[in-house]
């Protein structure tokens, strides 16, 4: 990409071409850093809700939330496939928002942490997700 970006593009003809060369050169940069993390920032943000799902076992006092937390919380990744690790990153994110919307409910200082950790954890994933190359 460097080679894309700093030899190649700036000999085409055009500001055009350069232009189209440059944005290439981005987007393949954006697309190999997001190869390189895709499983890793999955597995993270999983076991990040499963910790607070367990947290949560503590506070929520609704029958069939309480057992989807304890339920979901178990749930495993059976491949490392992205596509896998997708499909349970949704599952424990639906329950996630649901759940923050319960505690969202309650009283009390445990609430207010759990509601305040749930919030780092969605900042937290949005963070994970920036590329380097910033906004194009």
């Known amino acids: 990409m460097r080679a894309l970006r700093e030899d190649f593009a700036p000999k085409l003809p055009t500001a055009f071409e350069q232009g189209a060369a440059l944005r290439?050169?981005?987007?393949?940069?954006?697309?190999?850093?997001?190869?390189?993390?895709?499983?890793?920032?999955?597995?993270?943000?999983?076991?990040?809700?499963?910790?607070?799902?367990?947290?949560?076992?503590?506070?929520?006092?609704?029958?069939?939330?309480?057992?989807?937390?304890?339920?979901?919380?178990?749930?495993?990744?059976?491949?490392?496939?992205?596509?896998?690790?997708?499909?349970?990153?949704?599952?424990?994110?639906?329950?996630?928002?649901?759940?923050?919307?319960?505690?969202e409910t309650l009283a009390g200082d445990d609430a207010r942490a759990l509601e305040a950790d749930i919030w780092f954890e969605f900042s937290a994933s949005t963070a994970r997700r920036a590329l380097s190359i910033g906004r194009f």
């Open 24 to 103: 290439l050169a981005m987007l393949s940069q954006a697309a190999s850093e997001e190869f390189d993390r895709a499983a890793a920032r999955r597995l993270e943000e999983n076991e990040a809700m499963r910790r607070l799902f367990e947290r949560a076992s503590s506070i929520v006092k609704t029958p069939d939330l309480l057992t989807r937390l304890q339920t979901v919380g178990c749930l495993r990744e059976d491949s490392i496939h992205v596509s896998a690790l997708d499909r349970v990153n949704q599952t424990l994110r639906d329950l996630l928002i649901e759940l923050h919307a319960h505690v």
